[in-house]
């Protein structure tokens, strides 16, 4: 008896010694979006056999807030000048909130952590605190800043000349210099604006297909984690493992902004280079190519 305990002992002994070396990925949104933006992708993982975890930074996903002036009908005016709890949100809140998960799911095995368009902020600044905690980051078309200190900075450059986001500013509403947030209206109806946002970060898409990617989204983001430091070092952040996918048609972060991001990485860290990956994609068409982003996140090296 106390042998074939001993020898179930054994076989969970090395059940969870197989578990523990496969890889956890942590899904970290962009602006305005939350975890529901990773669904397709982390079904077409569990169906690899791989653990994933999406995160909601704060006040995102079920924590958001969704005005009854936003509501239809609209009240834009009332809108303009609501308060909005995401003004306090820094991106050092961003950083602790996935790092807490990151450290949490790392008890099971090296964690991959990848980061789409914004989101790639939030996943620099946790391997630049704790590169221990992280076995790789995954750019999917994200931020990594170097050379400058945020995207509001990098945007006045020249590779992100070709970006489709400058003339939607009709799309906000209210001051975000009083109000603390990017405010979009996402449920607009107005016949010029929506085929411009389709164009700027959904143009392979169908119209169905970007109208429910849509109404995912929320209508705040925190300006303070746009202007914030999200500059990275050497010996942390340099030290992880990375990969970058690069999104072709993408006109919301247009390839000549990626491909300078990669390139003033990799001049900081030589011998620790990007990764690189191209997919034939929109800013956020890839959530339609699933099983391809699948299989290319399972593909890399943990």
């Excluded at 989101?119 to 630049?128: E, N, P, W, Y």
């Excluded at 085929?195 to 303070?224: G, H, R, Y």
């Excluded at 860290?269 to 690189?276: E, H, K």
């Excluded at 800013?283 to 090296?301: I, Q, T």
Aim: net charge negative; glycine share 6%.
């Amino acid at each position: 008896m106390a042998q074939l305990s001993n020898q179930a002992a054994g076989h969970s002994a090395d059940r969870t010694r197989r578990i523990d070396g496969a890889p956890t990925y942590v899904f970290v949104h962009g602006s305005g979006s939350n975890s529901f933006m990773w669904a397709s992708i982390q079904r077409e993982l569990a169906l690899l056999g791989h653990r994933s975890h999406a995160v909601d930074l704060p006040g995102h996903g079920l924590d958001a807030e969704y005005s009854a002036s936003y509501q239809a009908p609209q009240d834009l005016q009332a809108w303009a000048n609501e308060p909005s709890k995401l003004a306090e949100v820094t991106l050092v809140d961003n950083v602790e909130a996935v790092l807490d998960v990151v450290r949490t799911v790392g008890a099971h095995g090296p964690v991959v952590l990848v980061g789409a368009s914004l989101g790639g902020l939030t996943i620099s600044g946790v391997a630049d605190r704790a590169p221990e905690a992280v076995a790789r980051l995954v750019y999917i078309s994200a931020w990594s800043c170097v050379r400058l200190r945020n995207p509001l900075e990098y945007m006045a450059e020249p590779e992100f000349g070709e970006n489709l986001l400058a003339p939607l500013a009709a799309l906000n509403v209210g001051d975000p210099a009083r109000l603390g947030v990017g405010r979009a209206n996402y449920r607009t109806a107005d016949p010029t604006l929506l085929p411009a946002l389709k164009a700027a970060v959904m143009a392979d898409a169908t119209d169905a297909q970007f109208l429910t990617f849509l109404n995912i989204l929320q209508p705040d983001e925190s300006l303070q984690v746009m202007a914030g430091d999200a500059t990275v070092h050497a010996e942390t952040w340099g030290t992880v493992a990375r990969s970058y996918v690069r999104l072709l048609q993408d006109r919301s972060l247009p390839v000549a902004m990626q491909d300078r991001l990669i390139a003033e990485a990799d001049a900081l860290t030589p011998d620790n280079r990007y990764d690189v990956h191209t997919v034939d994609s929109s800013h956020a068409g890839f959530v339609y190519r699933a099983r391809e982003m699948a299989a290319l996140l399972a593909g890399l090296p943990a």
